[in-house]
């Protein structure tokens, strides 16, 4: 039987005052109760990993730890690959997401890719934890990742950027304008935003604390006066999330149908809201800031991640040198 994991389950279980220990090299634990022991440990912020690793779990969640081999992920995946691709349409009454099916479309290489991670992750966490036996061999080893596709890299120009925030101002749901913009100014993931709590926020320092940096320590990201002002307007108890479902207050609000609102009224086409993070990056770059602040405000773990935006600090430079020179005499 799998045992279902929510990000709501996830977190009770942290907050407790016991945990249940740690098999030491113990071959025989079963993949099942092997995720059971690392969700209760998880304080990340990836509110898919509960799903992807459910999937695993269904899969082989019966095998022992020991019996796993490349194998049997190699065969998981390539029948992963044939599962229709799904799309979010909200949450059950027990506050679990609901995906619908896109018969037509299979399973991206970078979904396949996140779910191969989610157990690579798993099964790298037994062994640093020495819940794996000695010489165990990682069963991920050897599988190479699918090659994804060039990733778009569509941001707004500063005429699309005023529409979309008077559109998301006018939304319906009043925290729209907020989002947005703390997305355009601070370049951080959805999953980071709509999981803020108002603890991780400080108004007077102008700063708010999301997600982890590659050291383990909370990444503060400064905050501009129009988004602190914004905040100030809706400011909470410190448990209670700044975007909240008004009927799960537990859980994010589901801003899908707000969003393409906003987009249709600014007159946007193909454009996600992941890609306000791009927006703001290109708008860092395009300013002067160098690459490597841009990555390192942006949580990019590799240098390679914020390359896709050097070419339009050579612009901005190769701009600025044009309006320069046009000043200059010609020498004949």
Same mark, same amino acid.
Do not use: E
């Given at each position: 039987m799998v045992t279902r994991l929510t990000a709501g389950a996830t977190t009770a279980i942290v907050s407790g005052s016991t945990l249940p220990a740690l098999p030491m090299r113990d071959g025989s634990i079963t993949l099942d109760a092997l995720v059971m022991l690392r969700m209760q440990r998880y304080a990340g912020r990836d509110t898919a990993l509960p799903a992807r690793l459910e999937w695993w779990q269904a899969r082989l969640g019966a095998r022992r730890l *020991?019996?796993?081999? *490349? *194998?049997?992920?190699h065969a998981a995946l390539e029948? !992963? +690959?044939l599962e229709p691709a799904r799309y979010f349409v909200g949450w059950d009454a027990d506050g679990r997401a609901i995906y619908? +099916? $896109?018969?037509? &479309?299979?399973?991206?290489? +970078?979904? !396949?890719?996140?779910y191969f991670v989610a157990? &690579?992750?798993? !099964?790298?966490? +037994?062994? $640093?934890?020495r819940i794996a036996p000695k010489g165990f061999v990682h069963p991920c080893a050897g599988i190479p990742k699918r090659t994804e596709p060039a990733g778009k890299t569509r941001f707004l120009d500063r005429g699309e950027r005023e529409r979309l925030l008077a559109a998301a101002a006018r939304s319906k749901w009043d925290r729209l304008h907020l989002l947005v913009l703390l997305a355009l100014t601070t370049g951080r993931r959805k999953g980071d935003l709509v999981n803020l709590r108002w603890r991780d926020i400080d108004l007077d320092a102008r700063t708010a604390s999301v997600g982890r940096t590659k050291n383990g320590d909370p990444a503060v990201l400064p905050l501009v006066p129009e988004a602190v002002a914004e905040l100030r307007r809706f400011q909470g108890k410190p448990e209670a999330l700044v975007f909240a479902s008004r009927r799960r207050p537990q859980q994010p609000y589901d801003f899908v149908f707000p969003w393409r609102d906003a987009l249709k009224v600014a007159g946007i086409? @193909?454009?996600?809201? #992941?890609? !306000?993070? #791009?927006?703001c990056a290109s708008v860092l770059v395009q300013k002067g800031v160098p690459v490597l602040q841009v990555a390192d405000l942006? @949580?990019?773990r590799q240098l390679s991640m914020t390359q896709r935006y050097a070419h339009l600090a050579v612009e901005h430079r190769a701009a600025t040198a044009a309006r320069v020179l046009d000043d200059l005499p010609s020498v004949v």
């Open positions: *020991d019996s796993i081999t *490349d *194998d049997d992920v029948a !992963l +690959a619908k +099916a $896109k018969r037509q &479309q299979r399973k991206s290489p +970078a979904t !396949l890719n996140r157990l &690579q992750s798993l !099964l790298t966490w +037994a062994i $640093k934890q086409r @193909g454009f996600r809201f #992941h890609d !306000l993070r #791009h927006t942006l @949580g990019h």
